[in-house]
């Protein structure tokens, strides 16, 4: 579960007077999420009619200095028709604010559930509000550096270590081997643009095949557009476990994403590759957590070798079969 800080609800109720959200009625911490502290609230709302926040305490992983980015992309994008959640401010116009220790905001809430197992109407409306996403962003100033890039994914490895090993035999030399050909092979100068670099289903609230809103842009950057898709790709197409490849699914993140952007011929080209590069991350990132996160912890590690297994297929993929025609 994700609530690592724990908020007394008559804490939360003060904290509440600084905004017109009304008083508190009742906070339930969000099980899910690995890296923030969340609570859904419900308030008597600024009308009496009742309204529900989303509460946020940031841990381990968002630095406090990255929030007016987030803050000023997701106006941006919600000024352009995107479905995002506004941060909300409190009378005197603060964004950000403390509670319990933590920098604390409090956030929209918006309808729709996660799904576990997409379909591949599900897939292709991910693909379309991926792209109508990237489409709204265009324009946008704010800038971030990617801290999980290439040099990062270097410097993630290097702290695993020999550890990798205890994960399973073999892993510190396969993902030394990816790194090297992935240095050689990483592309240059395909377009770029701010990112969301982590729109996995848990992070796409829909309402049958509906997207009823996109969440979590704190690994938001910018990077190379193309890689967003690679990124998606990778944690849409798969089952859970990375074990079963569903190209049904795949063809329809494709088809939505040419819908509402779509990819030049060097992205095309690139796609592989940058499906590799996602699977990597993701491989690295779960296994720094599964190395350095008690197996008794209250948070439930991810498998890294759900991330293996996606990496072994896109490195054996026949490309032409992995965003359908
Ligand atoms: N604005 C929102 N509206 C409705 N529900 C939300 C909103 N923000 C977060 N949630 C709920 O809280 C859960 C956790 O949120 P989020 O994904 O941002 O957490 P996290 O700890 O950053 O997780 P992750 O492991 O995906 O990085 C979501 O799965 C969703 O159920
Ligand atoms: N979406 C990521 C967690 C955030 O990096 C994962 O499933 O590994």
């Known amino acids: 579960m994700a609530v690592y800080t724990q908020v007394p609800a008559e804490e939360i109720d003060a904290f509440l007077t600084r905004y017109d959200a009304g008083r508190l009625v009742s906070a339930k911490g969000i099980a899910e999420g690995v890296e923030n502290s969340n609570y859904l609230l419900e308030t008597t709302g600024p009308d009496g009619n009742g309204h529900r926040y989303i509460l946020t305490l940031y841990e381990k992983r968002v630095n406090e200095a990255d929030l007016p980015f987030f803050m000023d992309l997701l106006d941006h994008l919600g000024?352009?028709?995107?479905?995002?959640?506004?941060?909300?401010?409190?009378?005197?116009?603060?964004?950000?604010?403390?509670?319990?220790?933590?920098?604390a905001c409090l956030i929209e809430f918006l309808t729709g559930i996660?799904?576990?197992?997409?379909?591949?109407?599900?897939?292709?409306?991910?693909?379309?509000?991926?792209?109508?996403?990237?489409?709204?962003?265009?324009?946008?100033?704010?800038?971030?550096?990617?801290?999980?890039?290439?040099?990062?994914?270097?410097?993630?490895?290097?702290?695993?270590?020999?550890?990798?090993?205890?994960?399973?035999?073999?892993?510190?030399?396969?993902?030394?081997?990816?790194?090297?050909?992935?240095?050689?092979?990483?592309?240059?100068?395909?377009?770029?643009?701010?990112?969301?670099?982590?729109?996995?289903?848990?992070n796409v609230l829909m309402l049958g095949d509906r997207v009823t809103g996109l969440i979590d842009f704190y690994f938001s950057c910018t990077d190379i557009r193309a890689y967003d898709l690679a990124v998606t790709h990778s944690a849409w197409v798969f089952s859970n476990d990375g074990a079963t490849w569903h190209g049904d699914r795949a063809a329809a993140?494709?088809?939505?994403?040419?819908?509402?952007?779509?990819?030049?011929?060097?992205?095309?080209?690139?796609?592989?590759?940058?499906?590799?590069?996602?699977?990597?991350?993701f491989l690295l990132t779960r296994a720094y957590d599964w190395i350095n996160t008690p197996a008794d912890a209250l948070v439930t590690r991810k498998d890294p070798l759900a991330y293996l297994r996606r990496l072994e297929f896109y490195a054996a993929a026949d490309p032409a079969m992995l965003l359908g025609a």
């Open 253 to 281: 993140l494709g088809a939505g994403y040419r819908e509402t952007h779509g990819l030049t011929e060097a992205e095309r080209a690139a796609f592989p590759v940058l499906c590799r590069g996602a699977a990597l991350r």
């Open 114 to 202: 996660s799904v576990t197992e997409p379909t591949a109407g599900q897939a292709r409306a991910a693909g379309a509000a991926l792209g109508a996403m990237h489409r709204a962003a265009e324009g946008f100033a704010g800038t971030r550096r990617n801290a999980l890039d290439l040099p990062g994914w270097h410097d993630l490895a290097a702290r695993c270590g020999a550890d990798f090993d205890r994960i399973a035999p073999g892993l510190k030399a396969r993902v030394a081997e990816e790194l090297t050909f992935l240095d050689t092979h990483w592309p240059a100068e395909l377009p770029r643009s701010v990112i969301h670099a982590d729109l996995f289903p848990d």
């Open 79 to 103: 000024a352009r028709g995107c479905l995002v959640p506004r941060f909300i401010a409190d009378r005197e116009g603060r964004r950000l604010q403390q509670l319990a220790g933590r920098p």
